[in-house]
């Protein structure tokens, strides 16, 4: 297939073939967008297009790449596991999956802890929606309550109950109702406060929230919601899809907190970018939930035996000290360099960042849209978030070189040089025409 994708002919016939068999309406969207890419060959922080086109991959699918595309280590941990095995029997007990949920739980471990606060259990999933699902089952199940607290703008996938924690967007035109999902505005106390203070069964938050333009949470709100949940008995779920796995620095961003939460969610990056798994990890004392029947809740595919072997290999690259010393020094050069560029562009408004998680926020939605169009035509491909399109989310794999940093930069620069000339400040005027 990779034969018939290198050239732009065919690329051409294969976005046709897409709109006519999976999606026009996505086609047409990508094509006025001049984004109709498609990968072709893949290899490390880069992927390439039909016509041979590199793009450094900075938006890594919330984390998916973080050890980049196709990475050897986990490509020969997963061709070993397929010498011997296979998905697995979801009903049978599992070694690969008790490794898994081993490593997971002691990567959480905090020193002196109560044991009853410990996270020590772990189911497997598929997706990050499907452990999302989970854990407000779980929660649900524990408290005998209803109700799910989560942030406006907030983003947990699209599955049954995660989908009601997000956007009414996702829920509208499928009539979904929002019943039981309750939705507070980032950072607001007094609104946290009051939908606490009614006992909901649990509230959910991405530790940093993406989709939302990566706003970091304040270590006062973090322990405030903790200490709410604490006075109220509600369970307090933090979603790591995108922020857990080393991308922070730490190896869960709530580590950068001193709180602990009651389960922890994550998938995309536990993959290695090459098996889909994800895991809801939660205390102890919420297992009792399946005491009376321990198979009220099951995925054929969670956990699949292969999958645990690659994010096994995943974990122990990543949960180690040197590759998050790696890390924390990564982000103190783009650190340096983003704020050397805030200083130097006026449309570059703001930097956020928490390690290699890092939100670029521009003067407005049609600066940040033209920008991005210019970075990916100079070859860096990222995402602006979609609730708050000033944003552009800025997520290099963890692996990235310094010479490769150097080099996102470089471009960055230029794309940011890119959107004061003629062209784009017209094309700049076109935009903020068509989104209002
Ligand atoms: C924070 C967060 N939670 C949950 C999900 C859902 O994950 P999945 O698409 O694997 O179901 C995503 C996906 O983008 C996410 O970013």
Request: charged residues 25%; positive net charge.
């Amino acid at each position: 297939m990779d034969v018939e994708l290198a050239n732009s002919r065919s690329a051409k016939r294969f976005t046709q073939r897409y709109a006519e068999s999976v999606s026009q309406p996505k086609a047409q969207f990508f094509r006025k967008m001049g984004l109709d890419i498609i990968m072709a060959r893949r290899e490390g922080i880069s992927f390439y297009d039909a016509q041979g086109k590199r793009y450094i991959n900075c938006h890594c699918n919330g984390g998916v790449f973080n050890l980049g595309h196709r990475n050897p280590e986990i490509i020969a941990a997963l061709t070993e596991a397929l010498e011997k095995y296979d998905i697995g029997n979801h009903h049978l007990i599992s070694a690969p999956k008790a490794l898994l949920a081993e490593k997971l739980t002691d990567s959480m471990r905090v020193p002196g802890q109560k044991k009853d606060e410990e996270i020590r259990r772990v189911l497997f999933g598929s997706s990050g929606g499907e452990a999302i699902d989970l854990a407000i089952k779980i929660a649900r199940g524990y408290t005998r309550r209803r109700d799910v607290v989560s942030l406006v703008g907030g983003y947990h996938g699209h599955t049954g109950l995660a989908v009601k924690a997000g956007d009414a967007k996702f829920l509208d035109p499928f009539n979904i109702d929002r019943e039981g999902f309750v939705q507070i505005a980032f950072e607001d106390v007094s609104q946290l406060e009051a939908a606490l203070a009614r006992k909901p069964a649990a509230i959910i938050l991405e530790t940093i929230p993406a989709t939302l333009g990566m706003p970091i949470i304040s270590p006062g709100y973090m322990k405030k919601v903790r200490a709410l949940c604490d006075a109220h008995g509600v369970v307090m779920i933090l979603d790591e899809v995108q922020t857990g796995l080393g991308r922070t620095g730490k190896m869960w961003a709530y580590q950068h907190y001193d709180v602990s939460p009651d389960m922890v969610v994550t998938g995309k990056g536990l993959s290695g970018g090459i098996y889909p798994i994800s895991a809801t990890c939660f205390r102890q004392k919420f297992e009792s939930v399946f005491e009376k029947d321990p198979f009220i809740h099951i995925s054929t595919f969670g956990g699949a035996e292969v999958g645990c072997y690659a994010a096994l290999r995943m974990l122990e690259i990543v949960n180690d000290r040197e590759f998050l010393a790696s890390v924390t020094k990564l982000s103190d050069f783009f650190s340096r360099e983003c704020r050397a560029l805030q200083n130097e562009f006026a449309a570059l408004k703001e930097v956020r960042q928490l390690g290699l998680f890092m939100g670029l926020v521009f003067e407005d939605a049609a600066s940040c849209l033209v920008f991005l169009k210019a970075l990916i035509s100079n070859g860096v491909f990222a995402v602006y978030a979609a609730n708050d399109k000033r944003v552009l989310q800025f997520l290099p794999p963890l692996v990235t070189s310094e010479a490769e940093a150097a080099e996102i930069m470089r471009i960055v620069r230029q794309s940011l040089r890119d959107l004061g000339s003629i062209k784009n400040r017209l094309m700049k005027l076109v935009v903020s025409f068509m989104i209002g």
